[in-house]
């Protein structure tokens, strides 16, 4: 599936702001991004397998934190940074939610 | 270009790590460009065993901690392959937030460093910081929970152990510095540690003379001394002989309108006798600058018992703060003695702290100022990048 990679950890693949990534989980996927390029896990997801706190996940619209999450191939999974003073959980994300549709269509 | 090689700072900053280069009489600086522009640059250290090879311990606000290596002084990076981390499924569900003290290994182990994490976990590499495991004599010690402040209190730059000192005479005797949690022993390596806090004080707590729970800033073996230990405390300057086991307070001798608090000090590295602190206002609600925002560094010569203050050349008011790591000696034979500030100024003094003039401006908040010596061909200041697959 198609993974967007935001700027912060372009330096990993290469200036890719996409890539493919395997997996029937989102852990999966980000296990195989880690296998395609080492280290990236590690400044998304902490030792104990949680998702750092000012990272997002989205499969496609929607933003999910739990890495056992089901994905399928033809879902984009986008990787983002969480913006200071913006969406949290009283607004439900939303504010993340349409900078992620931006994203999405560069 | 400055003249000949000088003295090398390396200054690490809330937006990135900065090599600032002397020439051989310390008059010409030269700061090159930004590595890692946009990540809070906590700590560098190059190796004094080899010379060459340079740790960065680096985040940012959204991504995890790492650690980067580099043998060139920062032309070419490469990433930890293994950061500093707790082991996973650990009982108290930590992770490493951020990695904020590193310390070369003793020099009879080659390639081997300790870090020390927020929260305060003690790391050790042994392949020069590329892969990194817990000490587990630590990280999993009985008392950690109760030692280490858990959970955090998330103070402004949260709980870390600092400070690691390994005795030059045994690679397994260290020390270690918790704030808060106070000062801690190991004799085996880091298998099993005791607290070692007697006579220090811990105003914030109830307990008169606790064991443990105080806040250490600071704390500085002297190499050539080692069985003598200086620490700048949240509650004052203070010095131990290790056969006594007891702190002893040496900041009552500095002015009582300075007072004796502050973040940083530094040893001589010739004289066991000499140390420089950075006092500031630990008044009222704590402002953390300069007492009456007069800067000045103090310097001992007798190992506490009289104080002398420097601030020739240094502003008659301004309101920064120098932080733990902030603050570094050389060792040319006038030892020049350097700081940095909160508000992005490098100050140097070539004649061990009485003049002072400022080498840097306007770089972002520096969190850390460390001499390198770099070994002959370990030097390559330009090529900055952050880019960790470019070595």
């Known amino acids: 599936m198609k993974v967007a990679i935001p700027t912060p950890l372009r330096s990993y693949t290469t200036g890719a702001s996409a890539v493919v990534a395997h997996g029937t989980t989102l852990d999966e996927v980000l296990h195989d991004l ?5 280290g990236i896990r590690f400044r998304v997801v902490d030792e104990q397998g949680r998702l750092r706190r000012h990272m997002r996940i989205f499969v496609d619209d929607d933003m999910v934190r739990d890495l056992a999450t089901i994905v399928r191939d033809d879902h984009v999974v986008t990787l983002m940074q969480a913006l200071s003073g913006g969406a949290g959980p009283a607004d439900g994300g939303q504010r993340v939610d349409r900078s992620v549709r931006r994203y999405t269509n560069q | 270009m400055v003249g000949a090689p000088g003295p090398v700072l390396l200054v690490g900053t809330r937006k990135g790590l900065f090599v600032v280069t002397g020439d051989d009489t310390r008059t010409a600086w030269e700061i090159g460009p930004p590595h890692f522009l946009g990540h809070i640059a906590q700590h560098a250290v190059v190796d004094p065993r080899d010379g060459r090879r340079l740790l960065l311990a680096a985040s940012t606000g959204h991504l995890g901690p790492t650690v980067f290596h ?7 990076w490469a990433e930890a392959s293994r950061p500093p981390a707790f082991r996973a499924g650990d009982p108290l569900g930590r992770s490493v937030n951020s990695v904020f003290w590193l310390s070369p290994g003793h ?12 929260p305060q976990g003690l790391f050790r590499s042994a392949d020069g910081g590329d892969t990194w495991d817990p000490v587990d004599g630590w990280n999993d010690h009985p008392l950690w929970a109760t030692w280490a402040e858990w959970p955090e209190q998330n103070t402004p730059d949260g709980s870390m152990l600092h400070s690691i000192n390994i005795d030059p005479r045994d690679p397994d005797h260290l020390y270690i510095g918790l704030s808060s949690g106070g000062v801690f022993e190991s004799t085996d390596g880091g298998s099993d540690w005791r607290p070692l806090n007697a006579g220090c004080e811990a105003a914030f707590m109830v307990e008169l003379e606790p064991e443990f729970g105080h806040d250490p800033h600071c704390v500085r073996l002297h190499p050539l001394r080692p069985d003598r230990l200086y620490q700048q405390n949240h509650c004052g300057v203070y010095r131990m002989e290790r056969a006594e086991g007891r702190w002893i307070r040496i900041g009552e001798q500095l002015p009582a309108e300075v007072g004796d608090i502050g973040f940083p000090i530094e040893l001589h590295p010739r004289d066991p006798d000499t140390a420089w602190v950075f006092p500031m206002d630990g ?4 402002p953390r600058t300069s007492p009456d925002g007069r800067p000045a560094v103090y310097v001992t010569r007798d190992a ?24 570094t000696v050389d060792d040319e034979a006038t030892v020049g003695v350097y700081f940095g500030t909160t508000s992005g100024e490098v100050w140097a003094s070539r004649d061990e702290g009485n003049g002072w003039e400022c080498i840097a401006r306007h770089l972002p908040e520096i969190y850390s100022v460390e001499l390198a010596r770099p070994a002959p061909g370990a030097s390559g200041t330009s090529g900055a990048s952050g880019d960790p697959s470019s070595s």
């Open chain 2, 107 to 118: 020099r009879e182990q080659p390639g081997v460093w300790y870090a020390g994490g927020s």
């Open chain 2, 283 to 286: 008044s009222d609600v704590w």
């Open chain 2, 304 to 327: 506490g018992d009289t104080w002398t203050r420097g601030d020739t050349g240094l502003p008659d008011r301004a309101w920064f703060t120098v932080k733990r790591q902030a603050m």
């Open chain 2, 70 to 76: 580099s043998d060139d002084l920062g032309r070419t």
């Open chain 1, 34 to 38: 880690d296998r395609q390029f080492p």
